[in-house]
């Protein structure tokens, strides 16, 4: 069995790099990080990797807009070698500002062809929150990050995470997470739903299931003691964020 | 020409930033009326484009189309009575962040016909207000002059800074009479003695000194930079102490010598082993000046210096958790009570915490531990901790060493007037006309550009490409440089310094204080390589010298010696200053208490205190997370709300050790006895990380020293004092000082009274735990569990929480009984190590009542409590006294009934009695003394009081 490569992209300003590394090097996989500048020279190869991964943090200071920088740049750089990616069905991850990112390139929720069509804003608090939020999966999403998945709690770290969309837009979407209560419900208010979020939504995919954006960082639990209430005995290893990167390696690994 | 893009929000999406600024209104005292506010944001840029150039811009780098538009119309003024527009600019100097990544947008587009960009906001109020309130609401929460001011359209230019035409400057010191001398003593800020030892330098080589050397003098021998009160010879009361810090927590940490301290009151930050494989590192810093001015941009550069200490310990540390403490005036202080020129506390407040907050959060750096202290005589000096911990490879936790031919290499920020005339210029009255004055001093740091800067540092020191490094910071280069080439000598080329402007004369280069800068010695082999890992990361990185083996500090600038000063005498050149200390008590009556049989009130207002009450509000603004290596965070329990003791870290993710951090600071029993109060401030840490479940073996203390001023005999023999308890209670715990910093001028002048911070002396702590497992938190877990107090109770109500409220500073402040102390905290980490104790608390601000209260509501279950079970000597045995009083070395535990003979065993020999049980009603129950209920309420009414001050 030939390991699974997932290559991790470095932009001034990313800093969960080194955890979301950790996250899928515990689910058995083989990282590497590069700057976007290394990416787009021509002794990289995409195809040497299977997971493509948009890590955390404050690409460019969120300058101008979170993602917005860094999603410009991926257009004018790398945008012919992240389509034939996408095409050869390379997965794709986008975490938190790796999220903002992909939605401001219009790849979530894609065709990166039409353009941006939904948003990821200001939380209806106004400011940067750091909180514990449980994730339900959507039993129906197309998403192969989040197959099998039930309920998970793992912090949100953001100030813009408020997913907007035109409602026809919303309509269309492929949500692969929501924001819950600890029973799985939804509409369950503020802090459950932390930013504001249309219908809930966490995290989207795309049409095929690859591509997956999601605001939380499951990458910070998995293991017990990251657990906000380990020391009372509540951390349930089906709360553990590990399960994402797990699901990821294990399809690359079942093609 | 000038080109605008306003970018704003589509009709109907909410607007926080306007919606913030309208709250911020209410706050100011304007009576409540119908106002709404919009923000807009204005990007002009310099230079030609093409319509459809400037429209691409816009669309693909400045909107986001879902919920924003935008026009390139210039900016207009266009006021009406009822909607008003007020647009805000930085200030010719201040440089915004965007602009910077703003220009390498553009320049990836490939749009190179941009010269310059600047930022602006557009206000849009709406409601009928006046003219005074406009501009009250325009000087109070729109505008910092200091770094900002208004404009009324597009300018039509940006200014230009004047270009800078070399002259070399002498300083006429050898031909100055008394009033001359004194003049340049303030210019330079040197006291007399010095500048005697200065005179006599130049005279016996027979020339003036430049401006340059001067500079340099000033800032080597600043108090920031020598530390020259605490190395100063001290009488006191009859004793002289040559030396205070080498002879008190110096000394200390020299007899304990534990075999952990790998470098100690050497490097940027004092290091400790961590495993055989890993050393750690601390430092706390203070940026206090800064912060009163530009509370944001002050907070914010206070952490990027305390980072980059860390980043140039040994050859160079990873920051892995940041710490934050605050001392400001209360939030609801009276604006008449509030002196001319003054940041109202709140904004102070909200400032200094986005600040840190941004600045951290960017940097990716968790922000665990802090302390907020409300006090008024910090309104108008503010003190601001910023501490970091950083982790290196163990052998390389030693200061390098540069050898002769190694080049000096500057990476990071550019350099401008940053920092240069800042406090000068704070100081003058602020008029609109002093925005206009020429390029200014005050930085918004740029937390992105130390990010890259640390990235590529860290894979340099990987390589070891490097032979030595440390930070730029207070005094900028001149410090950095002057103090890595003591030992050998250097040579810097000033005109090879990148500037962000032109305009610098060669001594602004050389001092100047600009941000996100560190200073590396490189071999000449390893230069290029080091070079090219700094450009992949996009910082800038330059050679602006050599090290040479003269011992002479030589600078050049085009070809020009500007500075020849040798080593010897810059370094060891300064003359100690000799000090005269005494300290008296103040006499103060014991107030007169008349007894109550209910303390509800007391307790809810107490819990309800601004030192007290929750802190949630800033706490959740940092990010907790990032690095995947909490174990214990500041907030916990059954909502994740409570107040936590120490947090926990687990640095290495294939280990189970970890760290505890931990912090003392105890400012109103330095009222009554400095040496209690540092004493309890020790207690205080070290408690807290025995709560958690550390232990003593081997902890690591910091100092961080704030006065008001160091002039009058009184506040030196108050510093004395403090500095010999740290002495004294570091060696009876055994927990070695590894670092420390002062502050010692901080008082205000106005109407020619003065007024000055209380004492103020800030202990962090380190600890090295083996098994972050075994840790345990504060929040009441289960019911049916028995509740311990553990340590006696006295009668010392000074400078506690109940006599602020009752309006009292008292007389009797909390003491130590270290012996005593040391005992109980090593019985309890053994328990709790055995995992006998379900939850601990220490009792601090407030006393037992209030801490009782916080691991109830935390834990969402209730108590029932008797106080004559309380242990306590007999002038104690006052239900007030129990309640409130801050007698140190106490804790509450939590222990199941199954595991009370083998708790009492390990805990046997000391002060301990179960005082009650936890239940799961929700109501905390205390019987006073009579046995009658003087407090009864319900959990959720004692959280609803801790929590409401700070939901802002």
Known sequence: MSAVKVILLRAPGTNREEETAAAFEQAGAVTQLATINQMARASFRFTDYQILVFPGGFAYGDDLGAGMVLASELSLKLKSEIIPFIERGGLVLGICNGFQTLVKAGILPGPMSKGQTVTLTNNNSGRFECRWVYLTANPMSKCVFTQGIETIYVPIAHGEGKLVAPPDEIEKLDVALYYTDEHGQRQAGYPYNPNGSLNDIAGITDESGHIFGLMPHPEDHIIATHHPRWTRNEAAPSSLGSVIYQNAVNWVRNL | MIYTVEVCLKAGQPDPRGEGIVRSIHDLGIPKKEVSISVSDCYWLDGSLTSQELERIARELLVDPIIQDYNCHALQSDNTAASHNITVTYNPGVIDPVEETLMQALSNMGISTIRATKTAQRYRIEGTLTQDELDLITARLLVNPIIQHVVSETPSAFPQSPSYIYKLKHIDLLNADETQLAQIGRDYALNKDELAAIIVHYKSIGRNPTDAEMETLGQTWSEHCVHKTFKARFNFEGQVIDNLLKSTVMRATKELAPPWCLSVFRDNAGVIAFDDDWAVCFKVETHNHPSAIEPYGGAATGVGGVVRDVMGTGLGAKPIANTDVFCFGPPDLDFNRLPPGMLHPRRIFKGVRSGVADYGNRLGIPTLNGAVLFDERYTTNPLVFCGTIGIMPREMSQMGRQQPGDKVVLVGGRTGRDGIHGVTFASEQLTHDSTELSFTSVQIGNAITEKKVLDGLLKARDKKLFSRITDCGGGGLSSAVGEMAQETGVKVYLDMVPLKYTGLSYSEIWISESQERMLLAVPPANVEELLNIFVDEGAEATVI????????????????????????????????????????????????????????????????????????????????????????????????????????????????????????????????????????????????????????????????????????????????????????????????????????????????????????????????????????????????????????????????????????????????????????????????????????????????????????????????????????????????????????????????????????????????????????????????????????????????????????
């Open chain 2, 545 to 952: 010298g050599e090290f040479t083996s003269d011992r002479r500090l030589t600078l050049y600038y085009n070809d020009n010696i500007v500075c020849d000063l040798p080593m010897e005498f810059l370094h060891g050149g300064i003359p100690q200053m000799t000090l005269t200390a005494a300290w008296q008590k103040a006499s103060r009556p014991e107030p007169e208490i008349v007894p109550s049989n209910n303390y509800n009130d007391t307790l809810l207002r107490i819990l309800s205190a601004w030192n007290v009450c929750s802190k949630e509000w800033i706490i959740r603004q940092y990010d907790l997370e990032v690095q995947g290596a909490s174990v214990l965070k500041p907030l916990v329990g059954t909502k994740e709300d409570g107040p936590g003791d120490a947090v926990v870290i687990r640095p290495i993710s294939n280990s189970q050790r970890g760290l505890v951090i931990a912090n003392g600071i105890n400012t109103r029993y330095g009222d009554i006895d400095p040496y209690w109060m540092a004493a309890s401030s020790i207690d205080e840490a070290l408690r807290q990380i025995i709560s958690v479940g550390g232990s003593l073996e081997q902890v690591a203390l910091l100092d961080n020293f704030c006065w008001g001023n160091v002039k009058e005999a009184q506040d030196l023999g108050a510093l004395v004092r403090a500095t010999q308890a740290c002495q004294d209670m570091s060696m009876a715990y055994g927990t070695p000082f590894i670092s420390g910093k002062d502050s010692l001028n901080n008082e205000f002048e106005h109407d020619g009274k003065r007024s000055s911070i209380p004492y103020t002396l800030l202990i962090s702590a380190l600890a090295v735990i083996p098994d972050v497992s075994k840790t345990i938190s504060m929040d009441f877990k289960r019911d049916g569990n028995l509740i311990y107090i553990l340590g006696n109770t006295y009668d010392e109500l000074g400078g506690s929480e109940y006599y602020a409220h009752l309006g009292y500073i008292g007389t009797k402040s909390p003491k130590v009984n270290a012996a005593t102390a040391r005992n109980l905290m090593l019985n309890l980490s053994q328990a709790t190590t055995q995992g006998l104790v379900r939850s601990c608390h220490d009792i601090s601000d407030g006393g037992f009542g209030v801490a009782l209260a916080e691991m109830a509501f935390a834990g969402g279950l209730g108590a029932q409590i008797s106080l004559d079970r309380i242990p306590a000597e007999s002038a104690a045995k006052r239900d007030d006294i129990l309640l409130f009083s801050e007698s140190n070395s106490r804790f509450i535990a939590e222990v199941e009934p199954a595991k009370q003979q083998e708790f009492e065993d390990v805990l046997h020999g000391n002060v301990f009695a179960v005082i009650g049980e936890i239940n799961a009603a929700d109501t905390l129950e205390i019987k006073g003394l009579n046995g009658e209920p003087v407090i009864s309420l319900s959990i959720k009414t004692l959280k609803e009081y801790w929590q409401k001050p700070l939901r802002w």
